[in-house]
C-alpha cells in the first residue's frame, strides 16, 4: 500500500521544485499539496504533475483546524513535509502579524493534528503511524547574522533579526518541543538562501533578472556587501530528501550551497550572463541602483553543512556558475526574451 504524505506549500518555490523531484524518485508515496495560493503560491509550477494519479491538490490554511484534520483522518497521514511559510523579509517587517499566524499558529496547528492522529500519548505511537515523520524546513535566518569570520552550526545559539526570521525560529521551537516532550519523530532542516527555476519575482535574484530584461533600475540594498550563501533549489530538495528518510529523530541539519557571494557579486554575475545571453545597447550593469538599505538587515549568513556531508552522504552537485547559469537560463524562457 502506497503511504500519503502531506507536503505543506507545495506551490511555492521549495515545494514546486520538490514536489516533482520526490514522485518522480519514489513511487511508494501518495502526496496531497496544501497550499492557501498566497501571491506566492502558483499552480502553473506544478504543470509536469496534474495528471499523476499519486498527486493531489488542496486549497487551504495550514491555519484551518478542522481541514487539516479532516486531511489527516481521511488520508491517512503518515508523513509531513512542512514548507509553507510567510517568507519574504520586507514583507514581515510591513505586516509581522501574517508571519506570526502563519508561521508559527500553523506549524503548531500541524504538528498537533500529526500528534492526535499518530499517538495514543507522549512516547506511545498507534501502531499504523510507528514510523510517521514531521519534517520542518527552516531557514539559517533564524541564526540572526554573522561577522566576517565563522559559520553557523546546528548548535549555533538562535539570534533572529526581523519578525520573519523570529516567527520561523518560534516554529523551529515548537517543533523541538513536540519532539522532547511527546517523543514525536521530528526532524529541522535549516538552509541557505535557494535560488533556481520558479522562485517568485519578489526575491533577489529574479528582481535582477527581469528588471534588466526590462529595462528597469536594479535595486540593491544599502553598499550591497551583505554576504548570503547560495544554494541551488534541486540540490536543497535533495538534501531534504535525505533528511526525511535518513536523518536521526530529533535532529537539526544545516543545508549550505558553500557559495558565499555579496548581493554586488550576484548581480554583476547575472548582468554579465546576461550581456552574453540577451544583449542590449548599454551593458546591464548600467542599471544597478543603490537604495536605502532594509530596516535590520542582516550582514552575512554562511552555513556549516558538514553534518549532513558526513551522516548522510549529501553534497551540492551545483556551484554558483553552474546553478545561476541554469536558473538565467530558464527566467530568460519564462519572461520569453
Known amino acids: 500500500m502506497k503511504k500519503t504524505i502531506l507536503i505543506t506549500g507545495g506551490a511555492g518555490f521549495i515545494g514546486s521544485n520538490f514536489v516533482p523531484y520526490f514522485l518522480d524518485k519514489y513511487s511508494q508515496y501518495k502526496i496531497i499539496n496544501l497550499d492557501l495560493l498566497t501571491y506566492a503560491g502558483d499552480l502553473s509550477n506544478l504543470i509536469e504533475c496534474k495528471e499523476n494519479n499519486r498527486y493531489s491538490f488542496i486549497a487551504g490554511d495550514i491555519c484551518d483546524k478542522e481541514l487539516v ?19 519574504h523579509v520586507d ?16 506549524t503548531f496547528n500541524l504538528l498537533n493534528t500529526a500528534y492526535n492522529t499518530w499517538m495514543k500519548k507522549p512516547n506511545i505511537f498507534n501502531a499504523e503511524y510507528k514510523d510517521s515523520i514531521f519534517h520542518h524546513i527552516s531557514t539559517d535566518e533564524v541564526y540572526g547574522s554573522l561577522s566576517d ?8 545559539p538562535y539570534a533572529p533579526n526581523s519578525p520573519y526570521s523570529a516567527a520561523k525560529a518560534s516554529s523551529d521551537m515548537i517543533v523541538r518541543s513536540y519532539h522532547e516532550t511527546y517523543g514525536m519523530n521530528t526532524v529541522i532542516t535549516n538552509c541557505s538562501n535557494n535560488y533556481g527555476p520558479k522562485q517568485h519575482v519578489e526575491k533577489l535574484i529574479p528582481t535582477i533578472i527581469s528588471n534588466a530584461l526590462s529595462g528597469k533600475k536594479i535595486p540593491i540594498y544599502g553598499d550591497g556587501k551583505n554576504i548570503r550563501d547560495w544554494l541551488y ?10 533528511v526525511y528518510h535518513n536523518g536521526r529523530k530529533g535532529n537539526v541539519y544545516n543545508i ?23 544583449p542590449a545597447k548599454y551593458p546591464y550593469s548600467d542599471l544597478i541602483t543603490f537604495v536605502e538599505d532594509r530596516a535590520g538587515h542582516d550582514r552575512r549568513y554562511a552555513i556549516d553543512a558538514s553534518k549532513i556531508e558526513k551522516e548522510l552522504g549529501w553534497k ?10 541554469k536558473t538565467v537560463d530558464w527566467y530568460i524562457k519564462k519572461l520569453n526574451y
Not at 491517512?76 to 517568507?87: D, L, M, P, T, Y
Not at 514583507?91 to 500553523?106: A, C, E, Q, V
Not at 551540492?316 to 547559469?325: K, L, P, Q, T
Request: glycine fraction near 8%; include cysteine; charged fraction near 30%.
Open 233 to 242: 533549489v534541486l540540490d536543497h530538495c535533495k538534501g531534504i530528501d535525505l
Open 316 to 325: 551540492a552537485e551545483e556551484n554558483f556558475h553552474s546553478g545561476i547559469e
Open 69 to 87: 484534520r479532516s486531511i489527516f483522518l481521511e488520508n491517512e497521514i503518515h508523513g509531513v513535509i512542512h514548507f509553507a511559510a510567510e517568507s
Open 149 to 156: 569570520t565563522g559559520l553557523f552550526k546546528e548548535d549555533t
Open 256 to 278: 549550505g550551497g558553500k557559495n558565499e557571494k555579496t548581493n554586488l557579486d550576484v548581480v554583476k554575475k547575472i548582468c554579465s550572463i546576461l550581456d552574453n545571453k540577451v
Open 91 to 106: 514583507n514581515s517587517i510591513k505586516t509581522p502579524d501574517l508571519f506570526i499566524k502563519t508561521n508559527i499558529i500553523g
